[in-house]
């Protein structure tokens, strides 16, 4: 379960009983019966609503649609419309899929299922070859990562979002916050980042994706309910995928930025190539200084500190760069780079 600790107006809502009970009534699968039923004994517990006025509310789940998107841009056409603020609704993730299936259970089965969901239900419905067959597209199953973040690139805001104590189904409670966003969304495994170069020049670094889908759009949202840990890294972060994981552990999602090298826009060895909101958090005259550099791929933090935390990569990166002008710049790249590369594989230093 995640800790939530949004609140949110509930005097505004009546009564949400009269309206499940009328929903409870017209459904004929036993099944069904019980799954709803269910749901509202968990829902009442978890949030103390009062009213269904201003409440938009499907029982079907969220996944089965055939385009998550184009139905979550209905639901928020809609609800401007009718004038409702809430949006109540049931989804299974893959997280539950697998918690469901005796398969997860058996020690050799268990890697085979994992593999079968991986490759039929998440890799080939996002490859362009596949995903535009019916049959195909159909099997698709979204993390938790992707499903909140969907929810709010179609323009609602996550007040909660909980597993069903006995069903293994998650519900989710959002308010409409705006128009659903229109910029095109890479589903893919190889994506690119919008990252600041040499002379703020804004450049595409390439990288094979280690987070779900549209997990980016829940970066704010997980700052705000789980805040930092030490490292300065958000708590409980599940964004990463199991294989995403494995990806950062062995640097291997930052091999297409040798790409970005052959083209000119990068080095080997260098300060990190950061993005627009990165960037814009760092004070002015720094910013400046910054700039004056090309960004490489295996960054300073990996020679000059000790750990990963925000403060000791920002400082590694200044010291480089101080280096950077008292010394030859591409003696002092080949030494760091051998040194780096030394971290990685006897000390075990890890991506960021």
Known sequence: ???????????????????????????????????TLEFI????????????SNLFFDLNHLDQNKDINE?????????????KKYF???????????KSSVFIKTPILKYLYIAHLFIFKRFLPKVFIFKKIPFIKSLRICSQAEIMGR?????FRILQFEKLEN????????????????????????????????DGKLFKVF?????????????????????????????????TSGWGKFLRRTWIDELPQLINVLKGDMKIFGIRPVSESYFNTLDQAYKKERIKFKPGCIPPYLVLSENSSKNEVLNSEKEYMKKCIENETFWLDLKYTFISVYNILFKGRRSL
């Open 167 to 198: 069903n293994n189904l998650h519900f989710f409670l959002v308010t409409r916050d705006a128009e659903p966003k229109k910029e095109k969304i890479q589903e893919g495994l190889f994506i690119y980042l919008n990252r600041i170069g040499k």
């Open 71 to 83: 139905y979550l841009r209905i639901v928020n056409e809609n609800m401007l419309n009718q004038s």
């Open 1 to 35: 379960m995640i800790e939530n600790n949004s609140h949110f107006d509930s005097t505004e809502l009546l009564s949400v009983d009269d309206l499940l009970q009328s929903l409870l009534d017209k459904i004929d699968s036993d099944f069904l019966h019980t799954e």
């Open 88 to 98: 109540l609704g049931l989804v299974k993730t893959i997280e539950d899929i697998k």
């Open 151 to 155: 929810l709010h690139y179609s323009g």
């Open 207 to 239: 990288k094979i994706r280690t987070m779900h889908p549209y997990s980016e759009f829940i970066h704010q949202y997980l700052i705000q309910n789980n805040g930092f840990d030490g490292k300065g890294k958000i708590k409980n972060d599940f964004r």
């Open 41 to 52: 004994n968990q829902f009442q517990l978890s949030q103390n609503i009062k009213s269904s």
